[in-house]
């Protein structure tokens, strides 16, 4: 019983997730109502003091439904001007909490989704997809060419033209440095590869004018399939053998984990190409 009262005079909300609180309405109702109940508390003590000591100017009664009117007035106005105030607060604390989560899980530099968000996209996931990893061509020869603006403008452009291939439907995201990532889903094999041999194509279409020189690169591709039966260690493991197999295969190319050699050797691949990526 005491239990269910405290709950019932309880004011807390929760701000992270009104689901798990009150909302607004029930807030508002509560604040109402103990509001109230405070004042008539107050005006019936304050009413008796003075009838006790013969200073009420108006019969007992009389004086005690003006303070019931009074409070319900009163006390009516005052919550309900708190809870617009509180509900204005609460509002933007949940504006503001929603931003901060969305920029949690967003890479700065590109717009795209960051590595946090991607793990949990990937665990979602559990057939029917396909899972790319892109890595831009030379891209330590154009910083070092021309500066880490330029490299970040080139990052830039990829990321978007790579985003504008897949849209929202699929997870794109930006693993960290020249690399990128993306969760193709749905559809069969084939048209993710198509899906991901346009992307390959837009990027390396791009022109990007940096202080009056006309940068251009391209991408290499690994891709693997992601399956029940494999983990997420061993989906990334085998599209990056894909990917430095692309690397070493002249670059600017798409390569599917069904073109993997089945030798020990490929494992060597990564080390040779990775000063040369």
Known sequence: ?????????????????????????????????????????????????????HLLPLPLLEALAYSVVMAWIVGGIVTGMLCGVIGSAIRKLHASHAEFERLSRTDTLSGLANRRAFNQSFDEVEQDASLAIFDLDRFKRINDSFGHAAGDIVIKRAAAAIEDVFGDFHCVARLGGEEFAVIVRGGLRKDRLTLIELARIRVACLTINFQGTQLQTTVSVG??????????????????KALYLAKSSGRNRVCHEEELPVTPALDNLKSAFMVAS
């Open 1 to 53: 019983m005491a239990e269910r009262l405290r709950k019932f005079v309880s004011l807390e909300m929760s701000l992270s997730n009104p689901g798990e609180g009150q909302n607004l309405r029930t807030f508002a109702t509560k604040m109402v109502f103990i509001s109230i109940i405070l004042s008539l508390l107050v005006s019936c003590t304050v009413i008796a003091v003075a009838a006790f000591f």
């Open 223 to 240: 891709v693997a399939d992601i399956g029940p039966s494999r983990s997420k260690h061993d989906t990334f493991a085998v599209a990056d």
